[in-house]
C-alpha cells in the first residue's frame, strides 16, 4: 500500500470509491489501510452521504475524541445535495444472524432492490446478531463468531450505507462477554454505521429520524425526532403521535415468532429541510419480494385529525393518531394533481 498516495488522496476529499479506484484496492483493503493509519497517530472522521459515498477528513487526536462525543449527543449525519427535497430508504430490523431463523437470502434480495430502485440508505433497527440467548435453535452460538459471521456476510454495495441501532441481542454479547459488535463493525466495515445501543439518531437536513430498538432498562429518546423507527416487534404498525411524530414499528427479516419476513421502503418529502410527507411501502417475501400494503402521512405540524386509533401502543396510555389518505388523495398526490 502507498500510504502517502492513500494520505494525499484523503487530503483530496476524493470519496472511498475513487480512492480504491485509483489505488486499485478493494473497499476492504481500504478499511485495513485506515486501521494502520489510526496506529500511526493519524486519525480520520468520515462524513456519509445520501448517494452512499463516504469521504474521509483528517482530524488531530483531541477532535477524534470530540467527534465521537458529538456523535453520541447530536446523532449522526447525512449530507444531501442542496435543493433536493426527496429521499428514498429501506428499512429493516430484527436479522438474527447466528439463529437457524435467519434470512440472508432475503436480505440480499433488499440490496438487489435497492440498487435497481436507486436507493442509497438502509436503515436497520436492531438485533443484528442473535446474541447470547434466543428461542429458537442457533446455528452459531458464540457471540463473537456471531459478530464475525455478520461482518463477513451482511451484503456490501458501494454505493449502499446501513444506519443502525444496536438493538438488546446485539447488547446481551456486549453486557456479558465483553464482545462489542459496534467497535468492531466501525473498524472493518465502514459502510455499517452503528451509532449505539437503545437510541441511534440520524440527521437529515433540518430534521431528525431516531431509531430505536427496546433494551430494558433504556428509554425512548425522541429528542426532536419526527420520524420514530422501531425494531423489535418483528411486525408492522404506524401512526403519527402528538400530531407530530410519525411511529412505525418494523418488522423482521428473520422468521422468528413464525412472523412472514418483511422490509418497508420509505419515501420522504422535504420542505424547507423538514420532512413534509412520508410514504410508507411494505414488502414481504413469499418466494420473491411482494408489495403488500402502502400507506400516507402528512407531517405538518399544525394539521388536526379526526381518527384515532392505538395500533402502536407498547402501554396502556399510548395515544395514536393516524391520517389516512383516500385512495384519491394517494392518486393525486402520486401524479402531481393535489
Same mark, same amino acid.
Given at each position: 500500500?502507498?500510504?502517502?498516495?492513500?494520505?494525499?488522496?484523503?487530503?483530496?476529499?476524493?470519496?472511498?470509491?475513487?480512492?480504491?479506484?485509483?489505488?486499485?484496492?478493494?473497499?476492504?483493503?481500504?478499511y485495513?489501510?485506515?486501521?494502520?493509519l489510526?496506529?500511526?497517530?493519524?486519525f480520520?472522521?468520515r462524513?456519509?452521504?445520501?448517494?452512499?459515498?463516504i469521504?474521509?477528513?483528517?482530524?488531530?487526536?483531541?477532535?477524534?475524541?470530540?467527534?465521537?462525543?458529538?456523535?453520541?449527543?447530536?446523532?449522526?449525519?447525512?449530507?444531501?445535495?442542496?435543493?433536493?427535497?426527496?429521499?428514498?430508504?429501506?428499512?429493516?430490523s430484527?436479522?438474527?444472524?447466528?439463529?437457524?431463523?435467519?434470512?440472508?437470502?432475503?436480505?440480499?434480495?433488499?440490496?438487489?432492490?435497492?440498487?435497481?430502485?436507486?436507493?442509497?440508505?438502509?436503515?436497520c433497527?436492531?438485533?443484528?446478531?442473535?446474541?447470547?440467548?434466543?428461542?429458537?435453535?442457533?446455528n452459531?452460538?458464540?457471540?463473537?463468531?456471531?459478530?464475525?459471521?455478520?461482518?463477513?456476510?451482511?451484503?456490501?454495495?458501494?454505493?449502499?450505507?446501513?444506519?443502525?441501532?444496536?438493538?438488546?441481542?446485539?447488547?446481551c454479547?456486549?453486557?456479558?462477554?465483553?464482545?462489542?459488535?459496534?467497535?468492531?463493525?466501525? $473498524?472493518?466495515?465502514?459502510? =455499517?454505521?452503528? @451509532?449505539? %445501543?437503545?437510541?441511534?439518531h440520524?440527521? &437529515? *437536513?433540518?430534521?431528525? !429520524? +431516531?431509531?430505536?430498538?427496546?433494551?430494558?432498562g433504556?428509554?425512548?429518546?425522541? $429528542?426532536?425526532?419526527?420520524? =420514530?423507527?422501531? @425494531?423489535? %416487534?418483528?411486525?408492522?404498525?404506524?401512526? &403519527? *403521535?402528538?400530531?407530530? !411524530? +410519525?411511529?412505525?414499528?418494523?418488522?423482521?427479516?428473520?422468521?422468528?415468532?413464525?412472523?412472514?419476513?418483511?422490509?418497508?421502503?420509505?419515501?420522504?418529502?422535504?420542505?424547507?429541510?423538514?420532512?413534509?410527507?412520508?410514504?410508507?411501502?411494505?414488502?414481504?417475501?413469499?418466494?420473491?419480494?411482494?408489495?403488500?400494503?402502502?400507506?400516507?402521512?402528512?407531517?405538518?405540524?399544525?394539521?388536526n385529525?379526526?381518527?384515532?386509533?392505538?395500533?402502536?401502543?407498547?402501554?396502556?396510555?399510548?395515544?395514536?393518531?393516524?391520517?389516512?389518505?383516500?385512495?384519491?388523495?394517494?392518486?393525486?398526490?402520486?401524479?402531481?394533481?393535489?
Amino acid at each position: 500500500m502507498n500510504y502517502a498516495e492513500l494520505i494525499q488522496l484523503i487530503k483530496e476529499e476524493k470519496t472511498c470509491n475513487e480512492i480504491c479506484t485509483i489505488l486499485g484496492i478493494s473497499n476492504r483493503q481500504l478499511y485495513n489501510s485506515l486501521i494502520d493509519l489510526e496506529r500511526q497517530s493519524l486519525f480520520y472522521k468520515r462524513e456519509y452521504y445520501s448517494d452512499g459515498s463516504i469521504v474521509y477528513k483528517f482530524i488531530s487526536d483531541d477532535d477524534a475524541l470530540l467527534d465521537f462525543v458529538k456523535d453520541f449527543c447530536n446523532g449522526t449525519n447525512i449530507i444531501t445535495p442542496r435543493g433536493s427535497d426527496n429521499l428514498k430508504c429501506m428499512v429493516i430490523s430484527d436479522l438474527h444472524f447466528g439463529n437457524s431463523a435467519q434470512r440472508l437470502d432475503l436480505l440480499d434480495k433488499v440490496f438487489d432492490y435497492c440498487i435497481k430502485s436507486n436507493i442509497h440508505i438502509i436503515f436497520c433497527c436492531g438485533d443484528m446478531i442473535d446474541g447470547s440467548f434466543s428461542k429458537t435453535k442457533q446455528n452459531i452460538k458464540s457471540p463473537f463468531d456471531q459478530i464475525e459471521y455478520f461482518i463477513n456476510n451482511y451484503p456490501f454495495d458501494k454505493s449502499i450505507l446501513t444506519f443502525a441501532v444496536a438493538g438488546n441481542h446485539d447488547k446481551c454479547s456486549y453486557g456479558l462477554l465483553s464482545q462489542d459488535i459496534i467497535s468492531k463493525v466501525k $473498524n472493518y466495515r465502514h459502510d =455499517i454505521i452503528i @451509532g449505539g %445501543y437503545g437510541n441511534v439518531h440520524v440527521n &437529515i *437536513k433540518k430534521d431528525r !429520524i +431516531l431509531l430505536h430498538h427496546h433494551i430494558r432498562g433504556t428509554n425512548i429518546d425522541i $429528542n426532536e425526532a419526527t420520524i =420514530i423507527l422501531k @425494531g423489535h %416487534y418483528h411486525k408492522y404498525s404506524a401512526g &403519527i *403521535k402528538d400530531n407530530s !411524530i +410519525l411511529y412505525i414499528k418494523v418488522p423482521s427479516l428473520s422468521e422468528l415468532n413464525k412472523t412472514l419476513p418483511a422490509v418497508l421502503e420509505l419515501n420522504l418529502d422535504f420542505q424547507n429541510g423538514k420532512i413534509e410527507h412520508v410514504n410508507v411501502k411494505q414488502f414481504i417475501f413469499i418466494n420473491r419480494l411482494r408489495f403488500l400494503s402502502e400507506e400516507e402521512f402528512s407531517l405538518n405540524r399544525n394539521f388536526n385529525t379526526s381518527s384515532s386509533i392505538d395500533n402502536l401502543s407498547t402501554s396502556s396510555d399510548d395515544k395514536i393518531l393516524v391520517k389516512r389518505m383516500s385512495q384519491i388523495e394517494k392518486f393525486n398526490r402520486r401524479f402531481g394533481l393535489k
